[in-house]
């Protein structure tokens, strides 16, 4: 009796084991006419800046980087393999309100290092595996400060995430 029962129970695991293997076929997600998809995409994304940066630094910072991988790699990449045809996913890279946005003389201008910045991140998405035609980046400079912190404080120096019309 207990070899009966044991080969049923066998049996039930082999059959949900084969059940959870058959591939399921995902469709494409569509954007609807009031565009649904781009802000629950955009909210989500909100979610996962990249920040930390130094005073005038592109560079990624390492901690900060490791963290943000574990975390949040698995979300993005799981939105950029679903961006509908037409968008694609900005890297923003911003800056703090101190210094110039445009070079002026030796300085190099808020507009180019939220372009650097943006443009290592983009790098390290690509060196992380999330790869895509529809990733781009961009840097805005310090245009689109965060409304709950300091213009000027470190805060500010980060890059975010956002789907766009291509």
């Not at 959870?20 to 494409?28: F, W």
């Not at 372009?115 to 781009?136: C, P, Q």
Request: aromatic share 6%.
């Amino acid at each position: 009796m207990k070899k009966i029962i044991g080969l049923i129970a066998c049996a039930a695991v082999l059959a949900f084991a084969l059940s959870c293997t058959q591939q399921v076929v995902k469709e494409q997600p569509k954007v609807a006419a009031d565009n649904t998809f781009l802000p629950v995409s955009n909210s989500q994304l909100s979610k996962f800046p990249v920040s930390g940066f130094a005073y005038k630094s592109a560079k990624v910072p390492a901690q900060e980087w490791d963290k943000w991988a574990v975390v949040a790699a698995p979300a993005v990449k799981g939105i950029v393999d679903n961006i509908p045809d037409g968008y694609v996913l900005e890297v923003r890279g911003h800056t703090d309100a101190r210094g110039p946005e445009s070079a002026m003389g030796d300085k190099p201008g808020n507009l180019k290092i939220s372009t650097d910045r943006a443009k290592a991140v983009y790098d390290s998405l690509s060196k992380a595996g999330i790869k895509s035609n529809k990733i781009t980046y961009r840097g805005v400079g310090s245009s689109q400060p965060l409304a709950n912190a300091d213009p000027s404080s470190a805060q500010q120096r980060r890059v975010t995430f956002m789907i766009v019309p291509k």
